[in-house]
């Protein structure tokens, strides 16, 4: 059982459609992740959110726009999307350590959206 | 060259076997390191986290080397259960609080009976 929640499972939708992903953590964390994973790719960081605001947009095309109202919940907006933005989309959250440093806090992972863009 | 880099396998061992994954990274000034276990389109898990001295979960030794910026999993008497792809993870993050994780490709491992 899964300590973040991701909705919804599966997404198939049309280049020309407008679509949200959300993400949804009850243990605490105050980091937030999204993620994409390509069949045959290792898993891409897409945007990270810290304590509320976004510190990481890792070269993501403006197509993809996150959203963090808080650190419980993340979004993540969809429009116009190409044939290649097919995937796997997983959302993780991790402790911060607040005084800088770095944190080998583990990340805990949703069990993903998969998104089929036709 | 690449960032994480694994042997992407698949590993096919017969149960009870005792099996190594190795990974390299490219980035010296990584601190914290980890393995993770993804088993056929699921999320990925924490195995376990990798220290500088090495360390061992029950069946599960990680040994990180930081000279030669390389990283083992050492699984001893492998279980059916223990087929999956593990992700060898490390975190590009230093100073920065959060973390901004580099994962291999991962390598798959069939334990059969």
């Known amino acids: 059982e899964t300590g973040v929640t991701q909705t919804p499972r599966h997404l198939v939708m049309g280049m020309t459609n407008k679509k949200s992903l959300k993400c949804e953590q009850h243990?605490?964390?105050?980091?937030m992740y999204w993620y994409k994973q390509s069949a045959k790719k290792p898993l891409e960081l897409m945007f990270v959110?810290?304590?509320?605001?976004?510190?990481e947009n890792n070269s993501v095309p403006s197509r993809f726009s996150p959203e963090c109202p808080n650190s419980s919940h993340l979004f993540l907006h969809l429009h116009t999307l190409q044939p290649e933005d097919s995937a796997l989309y997983l959302c993780?959250?991790?402790?911060?350590?607040?005084?800088?440093?770095?944190?080998?806090?583990?990340?805990?992972f949703g069990d993903g959206t998969r998104l089929s863009i036709l | 060259r690449k960032e994480v880099e694994q042997d992407p396998g698949p590993f096919n061992v017969p149960e009870g076997a005792t099996v190594a994954f190795n990974c390299t990274y490219s980035?010296?000034?990584?601190?914290?390191f980890f393995w993770y276990r993804q088993d056929c389109r699921k999320e990925p898990k924490l195995l376990m986290s990798v220290y500088s001295s090495g360390n061992e979960d029950g069946r599960f030794t990680a040994q990180l080397n930081r000279a030669s910026q390389y990283i083992s999993l050492l699984i001893r008497d492998s279980k059916l259960s223990d087929s999956a792809t593990y992700l060898c993870v490390v975190n590009w993050g230093v100073n920065t609080g959060f973390q901004k994780l580099v994962f291999g490709t991962g390598t798959r491992l069939l334990v059969s009976p």
């Open positions: 993780a959250s991790s402790q911060v350590v607040t005084t800088g440093g770095y944190s080998n806090q583990p990340q805990h």
């Open positions: 959110y810290s304590l509320e605001e976004r510190v």
């Open positions: 243990l605490g964390h105050n980091a």
């Open positions: 980035n010296s000034a990584s601190q914290s």
